[in-house]
């Protein structure tokens, strides 16, 4: 079955980095593009970006712009998310989540990393 | 990218059918038959309930039914029932790859 397990809470400073996990097992890594959805304390959803595994390419969301890289490793099938230049507003869990067959969206979703910035 | 539109709340008895809109613009919503719905516990990871606007995945209750007219598309719960009581959300293709959710509802079963 298709797992998504994710790495643990993270506590940074602002102005650091934080490097999120998401081990994917159950299914053809390369053969589905990652996504990532974060959702602020209280806040809604919000699409930051995917990459495809096989070719690297990566779409984001304009506003992570320079301060958002995402990565994979085919060899341990894990996604990455970086995010650089942490503020307070970057407090959120983060979640990993991919596609089903026949172009179903984000039908399978990591259970979240938190990630709080706090001084 | 601006998030997609949806009531902060919606409420109703046990057995009541409730109706949640989602209002996009004619970039996501209105140009894509691919909206989907998402049902959120708090605490817990989303969980797909409707896909590609009236599309329910293997295992989603039947009460759960999607449609779409123009910029807006809506979920409908019918036969509310208690474990209904959540917080949902729609999400559109917004072109070129890229998606957009919405503002999120939270539905009470009074």
């Known amino acids: 079955q298709v797992q998504l397990v994710q790495s643990g809470t993270e506590v940074k400073k602002p102005g650091a980095s934080v490097k999120v996990s998401c081990k994917a097992s159950g299914y053809i890594f390369t053969g589905y593009h990652m996504h990532w959805v974060r959702q602020a304390p209280g806040q809604g959803l919000e699409w930051m970006g995917w990459i495809n595994p096989k070719s690297g390419d990566t779409k984001f969301v304009e506003k992570f712009q320079g301060r958002v890289s995402m990565s994979s490793d085919t060899s341990i099938t894990t996604a990455y998310l970086e995010l650089s230049s942490l503020i307070s507003d970057d407090t959120a869990v983060y979640f990993c989540?991919?596609?089903?067959?026949?172009?179903?969206?984000?039908?399978?979703w990591g259970q979240g990393t938190l990630v709080a910035v706090s001084s | 990218q601006s998030a997609l539109t949806q009531p902060a709340s919606v409420s109703g008895s046990p057995g009541q059918s409730i109706t949640i809109s989602c209002t996009g613009t004619?970039?996501?919503?209105?140009?894509?038959?691919?909206v989907s719905w998402y049902q959120q516990y708090p605490g817990k990871a989303p969980k797909l309930m409707i896909y590609g606007v009236n599309k329910r995945p293997s295992g989603v209750s039947n009460r759960f039914s999607g449609s779409k007219s123009g910029n807006t598309a809506s979920l409908t719960i019918s036969g509310l029932q208690a474990e209904d009581e959540a917080d949902y959300y729609c999400c559109s293709h917004a072109g070129s790859d890229t998606y957009v959710f919405g503002t999120g509802t939270k539905v009470t079963v009074l």
């Open positions: 004619s970039r996501d919503v209105g140009s894509y038959n691919l």
């Open positions: 989540a991919k596609f089903d067959s026949g172009n179903v969206p984000l039908a399978y």
